[in-house]
């Protein structure tokens, strides 16, 4: 299962700044990987560790702007097309079952 979050925060004040940026932070603390500037992926083994993980990002979410999360299976992810310009790239693939940390 894949967990996409993608974000949308005001950056209007310097308190707005840093609440966005602490946000990004918390995303790759929690092992997310940047896609595009505010679109970041994650796989998990599980539906439950997505859910989990969908969960404690709801809860850090900024108190304004707005924050998208879409949960996207093995087989759906595998049908996205990235392109660069107009080339296309390859594909995201997921991890290996054992990831050491």
């Given at each position: 299962?894949?967990?996409?979050t993608?974000?949308?925060?005001?950056?209007?004040?310097?308190?707005?700044?840093?609440?966005?940026?602490?946000?990004?932070?918390?995303?790759?603390?929690?092992?997310?990987?940047?896609?595009?500037?505010?679109?970041?992926?994650?796989?998990?083994?599980s539906?439950?560790?997505?859910?989990?993980?969908?969960?404690?990002?709801?809860?850090?979410?900024?108190?304004?702007?707005?924050?998208?999360?879409?949960?996207?299976?093995?087989r759906?992810?595998?049908?996205?097309?990235?392109?660069?310009?107009?080339?296309?790239?390859?594909?995201?693939?997921?991890?290996?079952?054992?990831?050491?940390?």
């Open positions: 299962m894949w967990l996409i993608m974000f949308d925060l005001p950056v209007g004040t310097p308190t707005e700044r840093r609440r966005a940026n602490r946000f990004r932070k918390f995303l790759m603390d929690e092992g997310m990987g940047m896609k595009q500037f505010s679109v970041y992926q994650k796989y998990y083994q539906r439950a560790q997505a859910e989990a993980a969908a969960e404690r990002i709801g809860r850090a979410a900024p108190p304004h702007g707005q924050v998208t999360i879409v949960f996207i299976t093995d759906q992810f595998g049908m996205i097309r990235n392109y660069s310009g107009r080339t296309e790239s390859e594909p995201d693939e997921k991890p290996s079952q054992l990831a050491l940390f």
